[in-house]
């Protein structure tokens, strides 16, 4: 089987991907998407969250399984470490999808992956959540991401691939950007 026989499989469907894009065109309407989770405090800092089901496509749909998260903070502030934390949750998310991202640009450049992995860090001084100084904010101060791409392509179309799922990812978006937050009680 001679290269240019070679099919490149990264699992991703690329071809209704593309479709997706041109129906939207004619129905942009069906584009408005919402997301939801929802949790449930268990004690101290221990909570569970779910996700079940979201609108897309102009109507309600839901997972083949109901995804269920727990979050807690660690031994080192008091807590029992029954789960990630919630900071850990973002860099997981940012992660998976600036990952998933390299998988969708890759299959639809002909670019086989062999391996990806991706490792994050983002640090924070917790004197800001502790309420010790008001002057240090309560989240991340800087996140690192660090890939190591095995793929048939030169580094150029590696570091090429990585710039586009940057450029395409929803969370990357959220996490760089200001996003409107409103919180209620009812």
């Not at 290269?3 to 584009?31: F, K, T």
């Not at 101290?44 to 807690?72: P, W």
Request: glycine content about 8%; hydrophobic content about 40%.
């Amino acid at each position: 089987m001679s290269e240019s026989e070679i099919s490149v499989d990264n699992g991703v469907n690329v071809q209704a991907l593309l479709d997706a894009r041109v129906a939207l065109a004619d129905a942009p309407e069906a584009a408005q998407f919402q997301w939801r989770a929802s949790c449930e405090w268990k004690n101290g800092t221990h909570s569970h969250s779910i996700v079940e089901g979201y609108f897309g496509l102009g109507e309600q749909h839901m997972h083949k399984s109901v995804f269920k998260f727990d979050a807690d903070h660690p031994e080192v502030f008091a807590s029992e470490d029954k789960g990630a934390t919630p900071v850990e949750y973002v860099l997981v998310g940012l992660a998976s999808c600036l990952t998933a991202g390299i998988a969708a640009v890759a299959q639809n450049r002909d670019i086989q992956l062999r391996s990806v992995i991706a490792t994050l860090e983002g640090g924070m001084d917790i004197q800001g959540i502790l309420g010790m100084d008001s002057d240090i904010r309560n989240g991340f101060d800087g996140i690192k991401v660090s890939y190591k791409i095995d793929a048939d392509a030169s580094q150029k179309d590696i570091e090429a691939l990585v710039a586009q799922s940057q450029k395409r990812s929803a969370v990357y978006d959220i996490v760089t950007n200001p996003t409107n937050v409103t919180v209620e009680v009812n």
